[in-house]
């Protein structure tokens, strides 16, 4: 039977905007010795934003970006929202591919009128033996683009840490629990964010699969483990964790697979829901 305790956690935690579906257990919640956040959507906005375009010689910037937004134009990952809104902005016309192949944690392949066009990161870039200048650590993302397997260009997307990170961590740290970021994104943009919200264990250029590996690694290391994720590709990572939490703002199938919902994007709701949990699991001892 579900401990009265239990009921008022609930009570407290739809106060503050977190949802404790049924299944989650306090006992796991309060054992939880590591929490382990995925970047984009958690920790940062994933208001993804283009800043900039940097052609290389011989091409223009228009003519980047409609090469990079056209290859993008059926993908629904944020990053090629963000792509394809710009160029529809500046007026530019987009057409769709006609072949396109989407890899997941990578980027876009894609058949145009102009060519082969790939759009993605650097390890996508390194597949394909493209050569690429350095990218400079930022809290968003670099999208290179290759055309016929030549380097065109290179596409600077930001996206913005959330304002409660920071407090997040640092609250998390007071309970005595120790953080982690899992991102596919590259080592540099994941740096960048670890340091400016004190996170201390930080794994990038991971493949969804990879989270689950890593997460359990984690596990295996320093006991218990709560995960948070918000997209379709952290589901398996939210069952794989002994508490899955998701933002609300995320996928279906994240909100689906987790244990804890946040119904608002704040950070704080992290460290609160563990906070409400110890309050409980005392209270009905
Ligand atoms: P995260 O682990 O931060 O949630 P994803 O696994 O969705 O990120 O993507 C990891 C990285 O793969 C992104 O940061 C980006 O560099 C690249 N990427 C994924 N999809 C695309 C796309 N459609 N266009 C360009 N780059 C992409
Ligand atoms: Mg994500």
Same mark, same amino acid.
């Given at each position: 039977s579900v401990p009265l305790a239990f009921f008022s956690g609930i009570g407290a935690g739809s106060k503050k905007g977190i949802l404790f579906k049924g299944g989650v257990s306090l006992e796991a919640m309060n054992n939880i010795k590591t929490v382990v956040m995925d970047k984009t959507g958690t920790i940062t906005k994933g208001n993804f934003i283009l800043q900039q375009t940097v052609p290389e010689k011989g091409i223009t910037s228009e003519e980047l970006l409609t090469l990079c937004a056209s290859a993008e134009s059926t993908s629904t990952h944020p990053i090629a929202h963000s792509?394809? &809104? /710009?160029a529809k902005e500046k007026g530019l016309e987009i057409t769709e591919p006609k072949s396109v192949e989407e890899l997941a944690g990578h980027g876009v392949l894609a058949v145009l009128a102009q060519g082969k066009v790939i759009c993605g990161n650097k390890k996508l870039m390194d597949q394909f033996h493209?050569?690429?200048?350095?990218?400079?650590?930022s809290y968003g993302t670099e999208v290179f683009v290759a055309l016929d397997g030549i380097y065109i260009g290179r596409l600077m997307i930001s996206d913005t840490i959330k304002d409660d990170a920071r407090s997040a961590v640092s609250a998390l740290q007071n309970l005595g629990i120790k953080t982690a970021m899992l991102t596919g994104d590259e080592t540099d943009s994941a740096n960048a964010v670890a340091g400016e919200t004190g996170i201390e264990q930080v794994y990038a250029r991971l493949l969804p699969q990879d989270k689950v590996t890593k997460l359990a690694q984690i596990r295996d290391e320093n006991g218990a483990v709560m995960f948070i994720g918000d997209g379709i590709n952290d589901a398996p990572v939210l069952a794989g964790a002994d508490v899955g939490a998701a933002m609300g703002s995320?996928?279906? /199938? /994240?909100i689906e697979a987790a244990d804890v919902v946040f119904m608002t994007s &704040?950070?704080? /709701?992290?460290p609160e829901s563990l906070h409400i949990a110890r309050v409980s699991n005392r209270i009905s001892k």
């Open positions: 792509i394809v &809104s /710009a493209i050569k690429t200048p350095f990218n400079a650590p995320g996928a279906d /199938a /994240a &704040s950070m704080e /709701a992290i």
